[in-house]
Each structure stands twice: as structure tokens, then as C-alpha cells.
């Protein structure tokens, strides 16, 4: 039986892509997303939550998000969930999950003059997943 493994995230950035390139200098950009939910309770007081999530792009599309996407900004994240472990610089053992973006769309605000929609959609490939700088 095959699997599916998909994310479909819609979006603020919690601040400015970085771009860090690997040893094999292949590029990975890596930010925070924010998507808010908000909902009534049962005695009808308005509620708010808001997750944080972790987004891993990949070469050209890894430089269209640093040149593109920039901190408040709204954005469409498709791609696949990752749990991985690293060590971090004092050796303790850190457990981090992602999505590994296979399609960025950036999206306008409301009552911005808006121009063509810019979109990158790439596959990234395990190789280059197993490069990772951090």
C-alpha cells in the first residue's frame, strides 16, 4: 500500500527566510510559518490559536524564498512532514519536525495593489535533504 505524506499550510512568516548553503553548495532556506484558528466557545467568547511551523526549501527554490518572502508576509506552503534528530552544539540530542516545501506561493494582503502571483514548485530530492548545515 502506498502512503501520503502531504502538508497544506497557509500563512505568515515569523520573520526573514535564511539561506545557508551545504558543503555540496546546494541551497536551503529555512523559516517559520504562523496559521492562526480562531473559534467561538460554548459560551460564545471568541478564542484564538496559533501554531508555529517549521518550513525547509530546497535550491532554486530555496533562493526564491529569500529573495521573495520577507517577515508578516502571507504564503501558501505545500509539502511533506519531517522528524529528524541533531546534535546540537553542546552534543545534547535535539528532535525537530518540518515541512519540506515542494510548492511556495506567495499571496497578497487585502488592499495591496497586487501583480502577478509569484510561485516556486520544485521537487527536492533525499540527497540534498541529507545535507542539511544545521
Known amino acids: 500500500m502506498v502512503g501520503v ?10 520573520k526573514d527566510p535564511e539561506l545557508r ?3 555540496n553548495s546546494k541551497a536551503v532556506a529555512t523559516f517559520s510559518l504562523a496559521t492562526t484558528e480562531k473559534w467561538k ?3 460564545g467568547q471568541a478564542q484564538e490559536k ?10 532554486k527554490q530555496a533562493e526564491f524564498c529569500k529573495e521573495y518572502l520577507k517577515k508578516g508576509g ?6 511533506r512532514i519531517q522528524h529528524r534528530t541533531y546534535d546540537d552544539k553542546d ?12 510548492s511556495v506561493q506567495m499571496l497578497g494582503r487585502k488592499g495591496e495593489a ?3 502571483p509569484v ?7 533525499a540527497a540534498e535533504e541529507e545535507d542539511l548545515p544545521f
Open 114 to 116: 497586487k501583480e502577478e
Open 21 to 23: 548553503y551545504t558543503p
Open 74 to 79: 502571507s504564503v501558501y506552503v505545500e509539502g
Open 41 to 43: 466557545d460554548k459560551d
Open 119 to 125: 510561485s516556486q514548485d520544485l521537487e527536492s530530492s
Open 91 to 102: 552534543g545534547n540530542k535535539k528532535y525537530i519536525t518540518e515541512i519540506v516545501a515542494r
Open 5 to 14: 505524506n502531504k502538508a497544506i499550510l497557509i500563512g505568515n512568516l515569523g
Open 50 to 59: 496559533t501554531e508555529w511551523h517549521n518550513i525547509v526549501a530546497w535550491g
